[in-house]
Every structure is written in structure tokens, then in C-alpha cells.
């Protein structure tokens, strides 16, 4: 027994070495072929074909499990209107679906035949339908819109005049001046009506409530006052910032301020109780501008240091960072009625799409510090620079229509010209400008300007610039050209007359 016992142990020990050698030879075996596999087919990287069949199976169990919800009914409204008209669609549907089915077919057959009889002319005319199809997206064509022009000077400050904003009836505007002194003068007869005084530094920015019978002001003495226009006094300071404050914004429809200043913050006040609510740290430099709107994010400000913030108040806390510009951020201006707004620095005005903060364009010819932006409703957008240079574009595609220099005071010097503030009344006629030599100006619409005449004008001095050239072809299609460009067919007409004389 004990030797059928060794005997059988010895051939369990042989079959178990068996076995091992043989798992080895099948893993080299393996490792050889994934080996050369790797080595000399190219292909191995690309995916593996899907079968048909499979794929045609796997959408008809979606069917299936899909199938109570792949037609769902329509809304209630809808069902009551449609409900005594169903026979009549249904019946109008399958008759028009028979009728397409059979066009379909018919012109199915045509085109079967057609290539058969044609060959290579089938071809050329599918290639022309791509190339129709695949053409290159153009850019929109801005809009015309009347010309500025300067309708009255204001003076009486004794300093620049930095801030400037209009009551929400539209009729009166207040401006606050570096002589520390704040103004509000009648908007129609441009009569000066009160002079308020209480801050002992350049009052920087002002809001008039809409809800309230409150002027709001900020300083450069660090501190934000409330005005009662129904006694004419300071009746709360709110106290936090540890340097100027540059400018401040009011919520839409909360009882809510926001300033911002040299501190490199964005505060968050309490209206009514005068508490800090929220402290917005972030910006590295002067915050300068602020924006503010009823849904997140319900304020933005843009900084000095070439930034732009968009702010949870929620939360108390930046929810994007937007770092375009490369210059420091002196201006923002909300859309009045889309849901954008841009930035203005000494390189560039960007635009942004809210709630992300994502941009859309670049706006680009204003070569100067721009101290302020403003939008109206009509998509025209107009920005002051420190020079005292004016630029009017067209918000949508950027197109600047009007460039203008601001005309300094009589005895004021040259290096005066500059714009510090604007704002737009509240029915958008007229835009009203507070500049460093103590005046405000107020623009308007010009009234007898009109399409053909601007197009007649600036074609005039198109005329008068090209006579230098000998080329009268040349001229004539360079010409034809920019009418073909910026007008329409009924303007071309119009001066087709001046055009047919340079023949």
C-alpha cells in the first residue's frame, strides 16, 4: 500500500509539472502574439467596427423600453384648442403625407434616372449645392443711427466735475465736483436748484434711489452718506472703507448699496440699518466701476487691476474671474435690456454675456484711458476718454458712427479736455457729460439728420478727398464699391446721378 501510495503521489507531482509548463508555454505564447501584434500592425489603435445587426437590435429594445413616452401628449391648452379640429388634421396629415410619400417617390425615380442618363453633370450640380450650402458666414451690418451733437453747456462748480446722475422722473440731475460740493440743477431749464455740502473731499459718485426719496453720495474722505431730498440733510453715514471710495451702485429691488474703493473691496451695505452686510475682498488694486442687476450675478466690478468680478452676495463671494483686458478697468455699463454688459480700459471695450462672464467682442478705436461707458436701449454705446475724446459705436457689431472732441471752456486750458462721467437721461435723447473744466454738457440727437442726408454728406467728402486721383475708373468703383457696402438699394439710386457725372 505504501508503495501504490509513493507511486501515485510521483505521478500527481508529474501531471502538476505538466500543467505548470504548459500555462507557461501558452502565456509566452500569448506575450509573443501580443507582442508582434503590437510590433507590426499599424492598426491597432482604431476601434472596432460595430455590427449592424447588433446596433439595429439594441435601438429596437430602447424602442421598447421608450415606448410609453415616445409620443406624449400635448399641453391642456393645446388639447382644448385642438380637440374639435383633431379629425380634420389627422385627415389633412395623412392625405398630405400620401401625397409627399408619392412626390418623393416620383422625384426618386427622376433622379435615378437622371443620373443614369447624365453621369458626370450630377456630380458638378452636388458639388454646387455643397459649395451653396457650406458658404462662409458674414458679419452682421450695423445699424444707422443719428448723429450727436453738443446742445448746452452747464457751469458752475469751481472744480472738476467727477460724477453726475438723473432723477428717476427725469427732472432734475445732481453732479458732485472736487470743490466738495454737490449740485442739483433743473433738467429742462439747466437752472441750478440746490447746492449740498457736508463732504470735505472730491464727492466721486451718486445714486438717486428709485424706490426712496434718497440721494446717495461717496467721497474721497472715505466715507458714504445718504441724502433726504425732502429735508435736504445727511441722515446716515455708513463707515468701513479704509480709503476713497470711488464709486457705488443700488440694487434694483432690494434695499441694498454697493461701493467700492482704494481698499481694493467691494461693499455690501444695509440701507436702512446702516450695517456692513458683506465685505467682497478679491481685487489686488482700486475698484473703480460697479454694475448691478436683479438675478446673479447681482453685482460686477471692474478693477484696476485689469480684472472683472462677478459676485454672489448670497454667499459673499466671487463666482468668476474674468482677466480679458490687460489695462486698468475704469468703466462698466450695464445693458439696459439685454442681458450683457461691457468693460471699458485703455486697450479695448469688451463686451460679456451674463450670468458666465463669457465674451462675445472686442470694440476696439478708442485710443485713450476711457473714464466712461454708457448703453442705451437703441444699441448705441458711447465712451469718454481722459483726453476728452467722444466715440459713439453700435453696440451689436461694434461699429463706431461718430467721433467727436469735447470743446474746453473759454479760459479753461487745453489739457482740461477731459470727461470724467457721463450718463443718458431717462428717455435716452439726450447724454449728458461732467468734464475736468467744471462744466457740464448736454448732447442731443440732431433732428434734421436723416440716412440719405449723412449718406449724402459723407459722399461729398469722398468726392472732395479723392479729386487728387486721375483715374476716373478707379475712382468710380471704389465709389460704387462703399455705397454698394454701407447703403441699401434705395439710397445707391438716389446718388446715382453724381455718380453717372464722373464719367
Keep these: 500500500l505504501s508503495h501504490i501510495s509513493g507511486r501515485s503521489l510521483l505521478c500527481m507531482d508529474v501531471l502538476q509539472t505538466l500543467s505548470m509548463a504548459a500555462t507557461d508555454d501558452s502565456m509566452r505564447v500569448f506575450r509573443s502574439l501580443k507582442r508582434t501584434k503590437d510590433m507590426f500592425v499599424s492598426d491597432h489603435g482604431r476601434p472596432i467596427p460595430t455590427d449592424d445587426a447588433s446596433l439595429d437590435a439594441k435601438i429596437a429594445c430602447k424602442r421598447l423600453e421608450y415606448s410609453s413616452v415616445l409620443h406624449l401628449p400635448p399641453p391642456p391648452a393645446l388639447q382644448k384648442k385642438r380637440k374639435g379640429k383633431s379629425n380634420q388634421i389627422a385627415g389633412a396629415a395623412s392625405a398630405a403625407t400620401s401625397k409627399i410619400v408619392s412626390q418623393d417617390q416620383e422625384s426618386g425615380m427622376q433622379l435615378a434616372l437622371r443620373q443614369q442618363g447624365t453621369g458626370s453633370s450630377s456630380n458638378n450640380s452636388s458639388s454646387n449645392a455643397l459649395a451653396l450650402a457650406t458658404k462662409a458666414p458674414t458679419m452682421p451690418k450695423p445699424k444707422w443711427h443719428p448723429q450727436w451733437k453738443l446742445s448746452r453747456v452747464i457751469s458752475g462748480h469751481t472744480g472738476w466735475v467727477r460724477s453726475i446722475a438723473v432723477e428717476p422722473n427725469n427732472e432734475w440731475f445732481v453732479t458732485g465736483s472736487s470743490d466738495r460740493t454737490i449740485k442739483i440743477w433743473d433738467l429742462a431749464s439747466a437752472t441750478l436748484r440746490l447746492t449740498l455740502t457736508g463732504h470735505i473731499s472730491a464727492v466721486r459718485g451718486l445714486e438717486v434711489s428709485k424706490r426712496h426719496p434718497y440721494l ?89 487691476d485689469s480684472t472683472v468680478r462677478l459676485w454672489d452676495i448670497k454667499a459673499g463671494r466671487c463666482m468668476t474671474t474674468l482677466t480679458n483686458h490687460k489695462k486698468s478697468i475704469r468703466s462698466l455699463a450695464m445693458h439696459p435690456t439685454e442681458h450683457t454688459f461691457a468693460t471699458g480700459a485703455s486697450d479695448n471695450i469688451k463686451q460679456w454675456y451674463l450670468p458666465e462672464g463669457k465674451f462675445i467682442q472686442n470694440v476696439g478705436g478708442h485710443h485713450s484711458i476711457i473714464n466712461s461707458l454708457k448703453i442705451s436701449p437703441d444699441n448705441v454705446m458711447v465712451s469718454g476718454g481722459d483726453n476728452g475724446s467722444m466715440q459713439f459705436f453700435d453696440y451689436l457689431t461694434g461699429h463706431c458712427f461718430q467721433k467727436m472732441d469735447t470743446i474746453v471752456q473759454p479760459g479753461s486750458l487745453d489739457s482740461e479736455a477731459g470727461i470724467y462721467a457721463m450718463t443718458f437721461d431717462r428717455s435716452y435723447s439726450r447724454l449728458l ?29 469722398l468726392l472732395v ?13 471704389f465709389l460704387l464699391s462703399w455705397l454698394v457696402s454701407e447703403c441699401d438699394a434705395r439710397l445707391c439710386v438716389c446718388c446715382a446721378s453724381p455718380l453717372s457725372s464722373l464719367r
Design 465 to 477: 478727398f479723392s479729386s487728387n486721383f486721375n483715374d476716373s475708373i478707379f475712382l468710380n468703383a
Design 433 to 461: 457729460t461732467a468734464e475736468a473744466d467744471k462744466t457740464i454738457k448736454v448732447y442731443k440727437e440732431d433732428e434734421t439728420c436723416t440716412s440719405l442726408q449723412w449718406l449724402l454728406v459723407c459722399f461729398a467728402s
Design 216 to 304: 446717495f453720495s461717496v467721497s474721497e474722505d472715505k466715507t458714504v452718506r445718504c441724502w433726504d431730498l425732502e429735508q435736504n440733510k445727511v441722515i446716515r453715514k455708513y463707515h468701513g472703507h479704509l480709503s476713497a471710495v470711488y464709486c457705488l451702485a443700488l440694487h434694483p429691488t432690494l434695499d441694498i448699496l454697493f461701493t467700492g474703493g482704494r481698499d481694493s473691496t467691494v461693499r455690501v451695505w444695509d440701507m436702512r440699518t446702516k450695517s456692513q452686510v458683506h465685505c467682497l475682498t478679491g481685487h489686488t488694486n482700486t475698484v473703480a466701476s460697479l454694475g448691478t442687476q436683479p438675478v446673479d450675478p447681482q453685482v460686477i466690478s471692474g478693477s484696476h
